[in-house]
């Protein structure tokens, strides 16, 4: 069986405060007992070619829209929730991330993750005094932001579920929108060390994305 070995893995910077957690709450200011927008689940498996697998799920996703800081019209907030899985088959070892992709007067609809020139956001470094996620988006622009990330146990299972969650977003006129990413990355005999990516076998890596919704 084939080993690899991979320089300059980048983990997601919201882990560094909250990826030993399995479930992740940010309240934000005024979220208050509105209901959320149900959004489809999804599912998604990849496999290697000897055989290893990972499944992943996305479900109880919602979204609903919140009044900003003194009702500022360039400005947009959301808040959302949902539950995100990833299940490999014996043996394999992997991480699972969960992002956002967000964009201000941008359809994300066709955006990816390997998008070129989006800003690339953690969550460790986008949290305000509110609970909730600041983001800085012009006209144009899409961010990619790092909710969290968790390794898979060692049964081959990670799950993150996140509890209303608030984003802002400021300098934001018009149309925005936003989707969710769910990225695992895994291989048997999955490692990390000293910043390198390494295992055995296949290298799997797969994005579950989610439904495309608007922002007030």
């Keep these: 069986m ?5 320089l300059g893995l980048r983990r997601a910077a919201g882990a560094v405060a909250i990826a030993s957690a399995a479930v ?7 979220v208050g007992e509105a209901a959320g927008a ?21 479900t109880g996703e919602n979204a609903y829209p919140i009044a900003t800081v003194a009702n500022n019209p360039a400005a947009r907030g959301f808040v959302l929730s949902g539950t995100y899985t990833a299940k490999a088959s014996p043996g394999v070892g992997g991480n699972l991330a969960v992002k956002y992709i967000v964009g201000c007067q941008v359809d994300v609809g066709g955006v990816d993750l390997s998008v070129g020139g989006a800003l690339e956001m953690g969550a460790s470094t986008t949290v305000g005094l509110s609970g909730g ?20 146990s060692d049964s081959g299972v990670a ?3 996140l509890s209303q969650i608030s984003f802002n977003l400021n300098n934001c006129g018009g149309f925005a929108s936003a989707r969710s990413a769910v990225k695992v990355i895994g291989a048997k005999g999955y490692s990390t060390d000293d910043g390198k990516l390494s295992g055995e076998g296949t290298l799997i890596q797969s994005t579950l994305y989610g439904k495309p919704f608007s922002i007030g």
């Design 38 to 58: 149900p959004l489809p689940n999804g599912y998604k498996k990849a496999a290697g070619i000897d055989g290893e697998s990972i499944q992943t799920w996305r």
């Design 133 to 152: 996620l600041t983001l800085g988006l012009a006209p144009g622009q899409v961010a990619i932001v790092s909710v969290t990330d968790k390794d898979l």
């Design 159 to 161: 799950s993150v579920q």
């Design 24 to 30: 992740v709450g940010l309240a934000g200011m005024g």
């Design 2 to 6: 084939s080993k690899f070995s991979k």
